[in-house]
């Protein structure tokens, strides 16, 4: 069974960091691409960025420059750094494979973006 839990959220003003983590129980972890996925208040489910096992990556365009996702296979752990956060990015922040299985979800990690 899979479990993925996220850490690393919280409070930052306009232009402040946070660091994403995202531990991975399983031996699955690395043969799968992993994405970070974002929803707020009101809005659908969004992916964020992707990381292949091979640590090819890819973002949407609103985080691209401020954002990198990066992965750790021997320790089962994906990352998420975040610069110059903003405050449309404020959201719970979920891990999960690439394309996502809706069994893996976990709690997520609230990122609130306020000054």
């Known amino acids: 069974q899979v479990q993925l839990v996220e850490s690393g959220g919280g409070l930052v003003q306009p232009g402040g960091s946070l660091s994403l983590s995202c531990a991975a129980s399983?031996?699955?972890?690395?043969?799968?691409?992993m994405g970070w996925y974002r929803q707020a208040p009101g809005k659908a489910r969004e992916l964020v960025a992707s990381?292949?096992?091979?640590?090819?990556?890819d973002y949407v365009d609103s985080v691209k420059g401020r954002f990198t996702i990066s992965r750790d296979n021997a320790k089962n752990t994906v990352y998420l750094q975040m610069n110059n956060l903003k405050p449309e990015d404020t959201a719970v922040y979920y891990c999960?494979?690439?394309?996502?299985?809706?069994?893996?979800w976990g709690q997520g990690t609230q990122v609130t973006v306020s000054s």
């Open positions: 999960n494979i690439f394309p996502f299985r809706i069994g893996y």
């Open positions: 399983g031996r699955i972890f690395i043969r799968y691409s």
């Open positions: 990381i292949t096992s091979g640590g090819s990556t």
